[in-house]
């Protein structure tokens, strides 16, 4: 819907034009407007802001600003899962082609995509990345808590850079907030760095000066690509930078599910069922262990009044769980009621 436009008015329904903002708020405080007050502005009509009055064709009444709302984030949630989906293909793809090369590669593709095979090349490759940074890096960390080790490892290379004025942007998912490691993490980086979470993210990422990125070959990580192609590295911040638009600052709270009784990770949980996924694939996509995964599991289908899995389905349905969060205006104050007896 966002991406509708008209000769005279192009824009979509998240930037409405003047003409089109005062028509359609009017619209909204009287519940309808006439025909003929909307025909400078038939950017509604085709936006789907306004539709015909059954009862008065002379008349237009107008969709609710809640439901335009869940439209538009649907949109947004769609599009950036369709995106990560492209970024998944377009690494394998880019994989598939350097393996074609073999000698006859030039020197310029070598360069553009790197194979480092081994933690020994690919640490001395961020090693050398990092001493040529001079301003920013831009990093998704997916996975739940970060364990010392890890935080350790790359702890020199971010001291490093601090003290060179880089600015450091880092992506986690919300299970992350919970490791008192990573806070203390950011609390030694100071204004260097900052980090913002998301239900889930995509696969690790680092990004040196928008030139040069790695990215994991393989699923043990011990292989790594190293892209210095210039369109490549531009999509990859692009990605990058959506993904920091939707996402929450470590310091900022979760926002409240809006639901009685349902946590913000039962929320994400909920919507990964709906879309089919089994437990093993919905833990390892918010960085959970598959024993915590059931046990929120379990514990939504309590809240929910489900007495089996097809029945949670249901519930997570009849309570909005089944897609991206919703405004607090569209969520119901509690969960439903359970089944009496007759009802089933």
């Not at 913002?196 to 043990?220: G, K, N």
Request: overall charge negative; proline content about 7%.
């Amino acid at each position: 819907m966002a991406g509708h436009r008209t000769e005279a008015h192009p824009h979509g329904a998240d930037r409405l034009c003047d003409a089109g903002d005062r028509v359609y708020s009017r619209a909204v405080r009287r519940g309808r407007v006439s025909r003929a007050d909307a025909e400078s502005v038939p950017c509604l009509v085709e936006l789907a802001l306004l539709h015909p009055d059954p009862d008065d064709m002379g008349w237009l009444v107008p969709t609710s600003p809640q439901e335009v709302m869940t439209r538009l984030l649907r949109e947004m949630h769609d599009h950036v899962a369709a995106t990560q989906s492209r970024m998944g293909k377009a690494v394998s793809a880019f994989e598939w082609y350097a393996a074609l090369g073999g000698d006859a590669r030039s020197p310029s593709e070598g360069v553009a995509i790197r194979v480092l095979d081994g933690l020994p090349r690919i640490r001395a490759a961020m090693d050398e990345a990092t001493e040529a940074c001079t301003s920013e890096v831009l990093a998704v960390q997916p996975g739940g808590i970060r364990r010392e080790d890890e935080l350790s490892e790359g702890l020199p290379r971010a001291l490093a850079l601090r003290r060179r004025g880089v600015r450091m942007r880092d992506l986690y998912t919300h299970v992350a907030r919970h490791g008192q490691g990573l806070l203390n993490y950011m609390e030694l980086m100071g204004d260097s760095a900052e980090a913002r979470t998301l239900d889930e993210v995509t696969e690790r990422l680092i990004v040196f000066d928008r030139t040069v990125a790695f990215i994991p070959a393989s699923p043990d990580r011990t292989i790594a690509l190293e892209l210095r192609h210039p369109a490549l590295v531009d999509y990859l911040v692009t990605v990058f930078e959506r993904l920091w638009r939707l996402a929450i600052p470590l310091t900022a709270p979760l926002p409240d599910t809006g639901i009685e009784g349902i946590t913000h990770r039962e929320r994400s949980i909920a919507a990964l069922l709906a879309e089919g996924h089994q437990d093993a694939v919905v833990a390892e996509r918010l960085g959970i262990s598959v024993r915590t995964c059931r046990a929120h599991i379990a514990r939504l289908s309590e809240t929910l009044g489900a007495a089996s899995r097809t029945q949670l389905g249901v519930r997570i349905a009849q309570a909005g769980l089944d897609g991206p969060p919703r405004s607090p205006e569209l969520q119901p104050l509690t969960a439903p009621a359970p089944e009496s007896p007759t009802d089933r």
